[in-house]
């Protein structure tokens, strides 16, 4: 009982830590984004958002 009650703690921990590292990763992608964008010469009306397959892929890891 000790030893599956220890597994589930492991278990909710990987989650976090995994949550987190998802959270981070999805953040420094988009901050990259937005500072290569910033930097090239686009009309407005060519500026668009990131591709909402990228994002898919982050969300769904």
Do not use: H
Not at 29 to 45: A, G
């Amino acid at each position: 009982m000790k030893k599956q009650k220890k597994i589930r703690k492991i278990n909710r921990r990987v989650i976090q830590v995994t949550q987190i590292l998802k959270e981070e990763l999805l953040d420094s992608w988009v901050n990259t984004n937005e500072y290569l964008l910033s930097k090239l010469d686009i009309p407005t009306s060519f500026n668009c958002q990131a591709p909402g397959s990228m994002l898919e892929i982050f969300l769904e890891m």
